[in-house]
T-cell receptor, first 112, second 115 residues
Framework: GQQVMQIPQYQHVQEGEDFTTYCNSS?????IQWYKQRPGGHPVFLIQ?????EVKKQKRLTFQFGEAKKNSSLHITATQTTDVGTYFC????????????FGDGTTLTVKP | DTGVSQDPRHKITKRGQNVTFRCDPI?????LYWYRQTLGQGPEFLTY????????KSRLLSDRFSAERPKGSFSTLEIQRTEQGDSAMYLC?????????????FGQGTRLTVV
């Protein structure tokens, strides 16, 4: 079936270091979303990317959608302790489908 | 609070019993989704509704699972003859229709433990 691979599974950084998580699909995506889930919490929507090569920024977060629309990345500059959590990509393979295929997430821990 | 609400938050049941969970979506959202999440994994799609119509159901879902959204508002997810492997967090989410912002708003989830 359609799968989305997300790497790395875990990332431990010192506060102030940068962080990147990658999401890869074997098939072309219609769009991709990113969510953040804090420990004990539920996924919270961050961004949606639709266009090939799209780049969006939210303060210290930069989201990219690959030219082939098969991969995406989330980069956080100068991490803070509030960035702790698991970051998931959620892929849509069909513009008419409501189903999202989630990656298994990258769990970020930040040492103060 | 006008977010997605799920009830109950926790459920402990004996193997073989039936359980039912409820989800109340954001009122103007006509799409409603059920996901299952286990530790260390991303949410796994179970099914989704557009209004009262169930448009897609995961092939991974056994016949013991059924979901309804009779009036296009709240939804229920029933698991019959529960098994220990059903232990997980069951998440509900809602969104606006396709063509608009399809951001999914998740509820707090129902944590099921089958003993």
């Amino acid at each position: 079936g359609q799968q989305v691979m997300q790497i790395p599974q875990y990332q431990h950084v010192q506060e102030g270091e940068d962080f990147t998580t990658y999401c890869n699909s074997s098939t072309t995506l219609s769009n991709i979303q990113w969510y953040k889930q804090r420990p004990g919490g539920h996924p919270v929507f961050l961004i949606q990317l639709v266009k090939s090569g799209e780049v969006k920024k939210q303060k210290r977060l930069t989201f990219q959608f690959g030219e082939a629309k098969k991969n995406s990345s989330l980069h956080i500059t100068a991490t803070q302790t509030t960035d702790v959590g698991t970051y998931f990509c959620a892929a849509h393979h069909n513009t008419n489908a409501g189903k999202s295929t989630f990656g298994d997430g990258t769990t970020l821990t930040v040492k103060p | 609070d006008t977010g997605v609400s799920q009830d109950p938050r926790h459920k402990i049941t004996k193997r073989g019993q039936n359980v039912t969970f409820r989800c109340d979506p954001i009122s103007e959202h006509n799409r409603l989704y059920w996901y299952r999440q286990t530790l260390g994994q991303g949410p796994e799609f179970l099914t989704y509704f557009q209004n009262e119509a169930q448009l897609e159901k995961s092939r991974l879902l056994s016949d013991r699972f059924s979901a309804e959204r009779p009036k296009g508002s709240f939804s229920t997810l029933e698991i019959q003859r529960t098994e220990q492997g059903d232990s997980a967090m069951y998440l509900c989410a809602s969104s606006l229709p396709l063509g608009q912002n399809t951001e999914a708003f998740f509820g707090q989830g129902t944590r099921l433990t089958v003993v």
